[in-house]
Protein backbone atom coordinates (compact mmCIF):
# COMPACT_ATOMS: atom_id res chain seq x y z
CA UNK A 1 0.00 0.00 0.00
CA UNK A 2 1.27 3.35 -1.39
CA UNK A 3 1.52 5.75 1.09
CA UNK A 4 3.31 9.21 0.16
CA UNK A 5 4.77 12.15 1.86
CA UNK A 6 5.62 15.43 0.95
CA UNK A 7 7.88 17.42 3.28
CA UNK A 8 10.29 20.58 3.08
CA UNK A 9 7.86 23.43 2.81
CA UNK A 10 7.77 26.76 4.47
CA UNK A 11 8.05 30.30 4.40
CA UNK A 12 10.65 31.75 1.96
CA UNK A 13 11.29 35.25 0.94
CA UNK A 14 10.87 35.94 -3.13
CA UNK A 15 13.72 34.88 -4.84
CA UNK A 16 14.77 32.29 -2.34
CA UNK A 17 14.81 28.66 -2.51
CA UNK A 18 13.07 25.30 -1.33
CA UNK A 19 13.70 21.62 -2.06
CA UNK A 20 10.49 19.70 -1.57
CA UNK A 21 10.31 15.33 -1.22
CA UNK A 22 8.36 13.07 -1.69
CA UNK A 23 8.91 9.59 -0.43
CA UNK A 24 6.88 6.79 0.61
CA UNK A 25 8.10 4.75 3.68
CA UNK A 26 6.59 1.36 2.83
CA UNK A 27 5.92 0.97 -0.80
CA UNK A 28 8.85 1.33 -3.73
CA UNK A 29 8.27 4.20 -6.17
CA UNK A 30 11.00 2.87 -8.91
CA UNK A 31 8.47 1.59 -11.21
CA UNK A 32 5.72 4.35 -10.95
CA UNK A 33 5.73 8.05 -12.62
CA UNK A 34 5.55 10.95 -10.10
CA UNK A 35 3.90 13.97 -10.35
CA UNK A 36 4.36 17.50 -8.77
CA UNK A 37 0.95 19.88 -8.03
CA UNK A 38 0.29 22.51 -6.41
CA UNK A 39 -3.13 24.88 -5.07
CA UNK A 40 -3.53 28.18 -4.24
CA UNK A 41 -6.26 29.08 -1.81
CA UNK A 42 -9.37 29.44 -3.82
CA UNK A 43 -7.95 27.89 -6.90
CA UNK A 44 -7.84 24.63 -8.69
CA UNK A 45 -4.91 21.83 -8.16
CA UNK A 46 -2.45 22.19 -11.60
CA UNK A 47 0.00 20.21 -12.53
CA UNK A 48 3.78 21.26 -12.88
CA UNK A 49 6.41 18.84 -13.46
CA UNK A 50 6.01 14.99 -13.62
CA UNK A 51 8.77 12.25 -13.76
CA UNK A 52 8.50 8.75 -15.06
CA UNK A 53 10.48 5.37 -14.04
CA UNK A 54 13.13 6.24 -16.32
CA UNK A 55 13.94 9.52 -15.18
CA UNK A 56 11.81 11.64 -17.98
CA UNK A 57 10.59 14.73 -17.49
CA UNK A 58 7.56 16.39 -18.70
CA UNK A 59 6.62 19.97 -17.59
CA UNK A 60 3.81 21.31 -17.76
CA UNK A 61 3.74 25.08 -16.36
CA UNK A 62 5.54 27.76 -17.96
CA UNK A 63 6.02 30.28 -15.72
CA UNK A 64 8.46 27.26 -13.19
CA UNK A 65 10.20 26.58 -16.18
CA UNK A 66 14.12 26.86 -15.50
CA UNK A 67 13.38 27.55 -12.03
CA UNK A 68 11.70 24.29 -10.72
CA UNK A 69 13.55 21.12 -11.45
CA UNK A 70 12.62 17.69 -10.48
CA UNK A 71 14.22 14.72 -9.73
CA UNK A 72 13.85 11.23 -8.46
CA UNK A 73 16.48 9.56 -6.27
CA UNK A 74 15.52 5.65 -6.43
CA UNK A 75 18.11 4.79 -3.75
CA UNK A 76 16.15 7.03 -1.08
CA UNK A 77 13.02 6.12 -2.66
CA UNK A 78 12.48 9.84 -2.91
CA UNK A 79 11.36 12.32 -5.85
CA UNK A 80 12.61 15.80 -5.78
CA UNK A 81 10.95 19.35 -6.75
CA UNK A 82 13.93 22.00 -6.44
CA UNK A 83 12.41 25.41 -6.54
CA UNK A 84 14.78 28.43 -7.09
CA UNK A 85 13.78 31.86 -7.94
CA UNK A 86 10.51 31.79 -5.91
CA UNK A 87 7.66 34.79 -6.98
CA UNK A 88 4.53 35.31 -4.41
CA UNK A 89 2.37 33.08 -7.18
CA UNK A 90 4.18 30.17 -6.15
CA UNK A 91 2.53 30.24 -2.64
CA UNK A 92 -0.06 27.33 -2.75
CA UNK A 93 -0.07 23.64 -1.11
CA UNK A 94 2.36 21.54 -2.91
CA UNK A 95 1.25 17.51 -3.60
CA UNK A 96 2.89 14.81 -5.03
CA UNK A 97 0.98 11.77 -6.51
CA UNK A 98 1.87 8.86 -7.90
CA UNK A 99 0.71 6.45 -10.62
CA UNK A 100 1.82 3.24 -12.38
CA UNK A 101 0.33 3.64 -16.27
CA UNK A 102 3.45 4.63 -18.61
CA UNK A 103 1.09 6.92 -20.03
CA UNK A 104 0.72 9.02 -16.33
CA UNK A 105 3.33 11.84 -17.29
CA UNK A 106 2.23 13.24 -20.78
CA UNK A 107 -1.50 12.80 -20.26
CA UNK A 108 -2.38 12.91 -16.54
CA UNK A 109 -0.57 16.27 -15.36
CA UNK A 110 -3.21 18.39 -16.38
CA UNK A 111 -5.85 15.76 -15.05
CA UNK A 112 -5.36 15.08 -10.95
CA UNK A 113 -8.43 12.93 -10.54
CA UNK A 114 -6.71 10.63 -12.53
CA UNK A 115 -3.88 9.81 -10.66
CA UNK A 116 -4.20 6.96 -8.01
CA UNK A 117 -2.24 7.83 -4.97
CA UNK A 118 -1.66 11.19 -3.24
CA UNK A 119 0.44 12.80 -0.67
CA UNK A 120 -1.13 14.69 1.85
CA UNK A 121 0.53 18.29 0.87
CA UNK A 122 3.26 20.27 2.17
CA UNK A 123 2.20 24.26 2.19
CA UNK A 124 4.88 26.93 0.75
CA UNK A 125 4.34 30.83 1.30
CA UNK A 126 6.60 33.07 -0.55
CA UNK A 127 6.37 36.65 1.30
CA UNK A 128 8.34 39.35 2.25
Known amino acids: QYQLVESGGGLVQPGGSLKLSCSDSGSSLDSWSIGWFRQAPGKAREGIVCINERGTVTDYVDSVKGRFTISRDNAKNTVYLQMGSLKPEDTATYYC?????????????????????WGQGTPVTVSS
Open 97 to 117: AADYSISACPTYLDSPQTWAY
